[in-house]
């Protein structure tokens, strides 16, 4: 309940800015709780609030992984209402800042990752890999990767299929691809807990991104670099 007084917005005023906050555990007789023990009522002036309270609020966050690393909550059900109002649609999944949308070749699996603004606007972090392994997965000379933190990736669409292999560390890694049209996605390596390589070439707006770096270059493909000058434009 400390949560009403504990959640304030600092870019705005620094105060508790929840309307309203009421729990209770469940009562009723009738059979249709679905298992449900506890409600909690939250209530916000604006969806703004409401966005902020899910994806940004610092005390919210922290709140719910603690609740989650105890194993408090065996299962919830989550609702949005405006009081009312019975014809509204869904409201629009909060993003973080610098979330870019990404899908795989036929669309079948769609996702989010938040990375750093491209390289010119002064990000750091896009990469090519030229090892052996990802020409393999690819069909390509190389791939263009950028690491990031495991929980900004989100599938929105799909389930991704996997695929193990070990790395060059002699640790697994995971490769995560759409079963349908085998885009590749993403993979997450042992020897990288909490981070995931994202293939940034499914991205939006990708395609004009510099690169910061290069990974295996001894593996680089002698002709790679000289094909904007030798071919015909």
């Known amino acids: 309940m400390a949560l009403r007084t504990r959640c304030l917005k600092p870019p705005v005023t620094g105060n508790p800015y929840m309307l309203s906050l009421r729990a209770g555990q469940n009562r009723s007789w009738e059979s249709f709780d679905k298992g449900m023990t506890h409600g909690f009522i939250l209530e916000f002036a604006s969806q703004e609030d409401l966005d902020y309270y899910l994806a940004e609020d610092p005390v919210h966050l922290e709140f719910s992984r603690r609740v989650g690393a105890q194993g ?50 002064g990000a750091t972090g ?25 929980e900004d990736l989100k599938i929105v669409e799909g389930s991704p299929s996997r695929y193990t292999y070990t790395g060059a560390s002699g640790k697994p890694v995971d490769c995560y691809f759409c079963s349908h049209c085998t885009s590749h996605v993403y993979r997450e390596q042992a020897a990288m807990p909490g981070k995931v390589i994202v293939r940034t070439l499914l ?25 904007e000058r030798s071919l015909p434009s």
């Not at 109002?85 to 869904?90: A, F």
């Not at 993003?95 to 036929?106: A, E, F, L, M, V």
């Not at 890999?129 to 495991?150: D, E, M, W």
């Not at 690169?211 to 094909?227: I, Q």
Request: aromatic residues 4%; hydrophobic residues 35%; contains cysteine.
């Open 126 to 150: 896009h990469i090519l890999c030229h090892c052996r392994t990802c020409r393999l997965l690819s069909g390509a000379p190389y791939t263009c990767n950028q690491i990031i933190a495991k």
């Open 203 to 227: 991205l939006q707006d990708s395609e004009g991104w510099g690169v910061d770096g290069e990974m295996f270059r001894e593996g680089r493909l002698e002709w790679a670099g000289d094909l």
């Open 72 to 121: 408090l909550v065996e299962d919830s059900v989550v609702i949005d209402i405006k009081d009312g109002q019975l014809m509204l649609g869904p409201a629009d999944m909060p993003q973080k800042p610098g979330t870019r949308q990404g899908q795989c070749h036929c669309g079948k699996t769609r996702f989010t990752a938040v990375l750093p603004l491209p390289r010119s606007s």
